[in-house]
Antibody
């Protein structure tokens, strides 16, 4: 059974940093692209970032480029999102999502499994 | 970026009746080399993660009830729930994966009338 478990969400001040983690199990982690998708309070879904299965390729939304860094440890089956220079508009539930097999374009794709999400609140 | 526009924002349907959700993309998401539409639909219930329902515009994900169907091509797509059940109350999103960044529609909230 595929499981994705996010952690690391917290209340942080504007300008602060946070690292999110997503522990994966139930599939061959290194074979799939992984992504972060967020949902701000009362808003819809917004793609944040994607990393290839090998970790060689990364992609970012313009809204987070230069501030967020996606990475993965395939030996630990864990996905990360390092978030720096956080802003109030980064407040959201952050989901980690697995790329659906065969439904991927470089940096894009559909998402067939999602974690429960972790809440990031940026506020003073 | 490809902009995805859904309509309506919300709809209320009686149990057992049909629900229809529309999604339009700002440019075609039909890839001519394989004749596939790079369009997915998700169901998002409160307190749960989104669930993939449909990909390639009309292919149901494994385990998704057959009352859910997707149709359309190019820039105009539809998600149909043929006979609404109580457990279908949710927000539904379309998403294009034709290009980066992948983009979602604004969502359609489905309720029981």
């Amino acid at each position: 059974e595929v499981q994705l478990l996010e952690s690391g969400g917290d209340l942080v001040q504007p300008g602060g940093s946070l690292r999110l983690s997503c522990a994966a199990s139930g599939f061959t982690f290194s074979s799939y692209a992984m992504s972060w998708v967020r949902q701000a309070p009362g808003k819809g879904l917004e793609w944040v970032s994607t990393i290839s299965g090998s970790g060689d390729s990364t992609y970012y939304a313009d809204s987070v480029k230069g501030r967020f860094t996606i990475s993965r440890d395939n030996s630990e089956n864990t996905l990360y999102l390092q978030m720096n220079s956080l802003r109030a508009e980064d407040t959201a539930v952050y989901y980690c999502a697995k790329g659906a097999p065969g439904i991927a374009v470089a940096g894009s794709g559909a998402f067939d499994y999602w974690g429960q999400g972790t809440l990031v609140t940026v506020s003073s | 970026d490809i902009v995805m526009t859904q309509s309506p924002d919300s709809l209320a349907v009686s149990l057992g009746e049909r629900a229809t959700i529309n999604c339009r993309s700002s440019q075609s998401v039909l890839y001519s080399s394989n004749n596939k539409n790079y369009l997915a639909w998700y169901q998002h219930k409160p307190g749960q993660p989104p669930q993939l329902l449909i990909y390639w515009a009309s292919t149901r994900e494994s385990g998704v009830p057959d009352r859910f169907s997707g149709s359309g091509s190019g820039t105009d797509f539809t998600l149909t729930i043929s006979s609404l059940q109580a457990e279908d109350v949710a927000v539904y999103y379309c998403q294009q994966y034709y290009s980066t960044p992948p983009t979602f529609g604004g969502g359609t909230k489905v309720e029981i009338k």
